[in-house]
């Protein structure tokens, strides 16, 4: 009995070797930068033509910079509303696909081709798809020469300066990037809800519109919530699509990302904003993070 | 009983099934157009001319294929052809050790007992959503402390310490990799590092594979850091080259030229996932029907 416990423990040594590459890379390449990117924060540090400025501790000056001047309230601004643009349909459009997609009664046919082609937006390099619609709706790009020849516009339409318009192809491209993913993950979450109860619906009489609204959309609660934070955490982190196909210049900076912001603090080498920016966000992420932790940890039990 | 539980037709209130099943197909038609629209764009604008683009919009692919592919081999100050060999390079070897030590570490938590285990365990979990934007501050920090700006390792490394990776794996775990195999081999006298190279390993080759597709495409599709990162024109990977021609005086480019070189790091991913959609799209139900 003796032996065979101390056998175990030795093997259960194993566990830890077997942890070491994870721990050494995170603790390099993960924590320490977060650790130092929250340090930095606190000190004046930054580039002013040749010369380097600090580091000079400065407490919670740079916070108090970033928040009075107003561009982070804007950033955060631009950056919600062109996720909540994009998420809106995207989160209709993936409800109604996943309902058809589960609905064994609808039998649809070509279900691997449309799963195929709604998910392949999702594996495209955001870069690259983004040069492609800043080409396509460039004024003397393709979207303008059908608008213009069909009749239907006098002349190209602006597109990338005008305010709504740029932010409006920036969600329609997260929206085509996004809603194949989320189409996905809500057709698992509708597959796992007992199948008795649409039955018992459908012998009470209930139409299928019915069904959705009073069966299907409450008991999927959990997992729309699901979506909708992860989504948001996403959002947050919006960058190549509106750097690239905006060029950093949008129409009044309405398109301006956080992320963008961040970037701009970088390249400027403005380390101690830059390190107030990344904090801010990372309290954000951490506060919905902590959001979904405790709501997949409570759905387990 | 009359209504039996495979017997769904008697829906008679409502919308007849055959309008609803008219009504799916009518907008997922439109839907996949939606999708795959620009892409056809995008492969009838790589094969027109400079002059052949300035006319306006065509439905049919153009001439100049073979001429904007050899024009963009050949553009001045890009180089699209070192930085498709530079993207394969790093994200080749972001997939492998992505996978390998994700695997590696969930076969760590998943069978062994020790004392830290809940606590890796919940660890891994509560950082998964930190976004890498938000250290990549003290992340360029370091990478210069270290030297190793324009290296390819400081894209590549992280990677083993994947969280998603590794709670994917995880979840495949328990259900694809009894307990007992393990003991079987240790019986045997294997070792625990050859039985999980040799018998885990082999085991865990499906969702090791969904994820290598995913990271690697990931990688590929990487801007924010290789940009922060990679400065020397030789190291550059695609999505930074794409970048730059957009900040590029394009008024003087071949237009065709450009769309060339957007289909050209576009298009092999195109072609990867539709050899392999079938595994990437079951992949991914799998691992959400158990998250």
């Known amino acids: 009995m003796k032996a065979k416990r101390s056998k175990a423990v030795r093997y259960n040594k194993w566990g830890y070797i077997f942890l070491i590459p994870f721990v050494v890379t995170f603790v390099i390449f993960q924590l320490i930068p977060l650790i130092n990117t929250i340090y930095y924060s606190f000190f004046e540090y930054f580039r002013s033509g040749l010369n380097v400025i600090g580091p000079n501790f400065k407490g919670i000056e740079n916070y108090i910079k970033l928040f009075s001047n107003g561009d982070i309230w804007k950033y955060t601004g631009n950056t919600l509303i062109i996720w909540l643009m994009g998420f809106i349909p995207q989160i209709i459009v993936s409800l109604l696909l996943a309902a058809w997609f589960s609905d064994p009664s609808l039998r649809l046919k070509g279900q691997r081709f449309f799963k195929t082609v709604i998910y392949l937006p999702n594996l495209i390099m955001a870069a690259a798809f983004a040069m492609l619609f800043f080409m396509l709706f460039s004024n003397s790009g393709p979207v303008n020469s059908i608008l213009v020849s069909s009749g239907i516009f006098e002349q190209p339409y602006p597109f990338l300066d005008r305010v709504w318009t740029t932010r409006s192809i920036i969600a329609f491209m997260n929206f085509l990037m996004w809603f194949g993913n989320t189409t996905i993950l809500l057709m698992a979450g509708m597959m796992g809800i007992d199948t008795s109860l649409f039955e018992a619906a459908q012998v009470d009489g209930a139409t299928s519109t019915q069904v959705f609204f009073k069966i299907t959309l409450p008991l999927l609660k959990p997992i729309l919530l699901y979506v909708m934070i992860t989504s948001l955490i996403g959002g947050l982190q919006m960058f190549d699509v509106p750097q690239i196909l905006t060029g950093g210049n949008s129409p009044a900076n309405t398109s301006r990302t956080l992320i963008m912001y961040l970037n701009d603090n970088l390249y400027s080498k403005n380390y101690g904003m830059g390190g107030a920016i990344s904090v801010y966000m990372f309290v954000i992420t951490g506060i919905l993070s902590l959001i979904v932790f405790k709501f997949t940890n409570g759905k387990k039990k | ?291």
């Open chain 2, 1 to 291: 009983m009359a209504v039996k539980s495979g017997n769904k037709r008697k829906v008679s209130k409502g919308i007849g099934i055959g309008a609803r099943r008219a009504i799916a197909y009518v907008v997922l038609v439109l839907i996949s157009f939606l999708c795959l629209f620009w892409f056809y764009v995008l492969f009838i604008n790589a094969t027109r001319s400079q002059g052949d683009l300035a006319r306006g919009f065509s439905y049919i692919p153009g001439s100049h294929l073979l001429q904007n592919w050899n024009n963009m081999l050949h553009f001045p100050m890009i180089s699209m052809m070192t930085g498709m060999i530079n993207s394969i390079i790093v994200s080749l070897l972001t997939a492998a050790l992505c996978t390998y030590f994700s695997t590696m570490t969930a076969y760590a938590i998943h069978a062994y007992d020790f004392k830290l285990k809940n606590f890796m365990f919940t660890f891994i979990l509560a950082v998964m959503m930190i976004p890498s934007q938000v250290t990549v501050l003290g992340f360029l920090q370091l990478v210069r402390g270290m030297g190793l700006e324009d290296n390819f390792i400081p894209l590549i490394v992280p990677a083993i310490a994947s969280p998603v990776v590794f709670f994917y794996m995880k979840q495949y775990m328990e259900s694809a990799l009894p307990l007992s195999l393990v003991e079987a081999a240790r019986i045997d006298g294997s070792g625990e590092f050859r039985t999980f190279n040799s018998i885990v390993l082999p085991l865990m080759k499906p969702a090791m594979a969904v994820q290598a597709i995913f990271s690697f495409v990931s990688s590929w599709n990487n801007y924010f850091t290789p940009s922060l990162i990679l400065h020397n024109d030789k190291m550059k990977t695609l999505p930074i080259l794409i970048a730059q021609l957009r900040s590029a005086d394009w008024k003087e480019k071949d237009l065709g030229v450009v769309y060339m070189a957007i289909a050209f790091s576009i298009f092999p991913v195109i072609v990867v996932y539709l050899i392999l959609s079938k595994h990437i799209v079951q992949g991914l139900a799998m691992g959400s029907v158990k998250g």
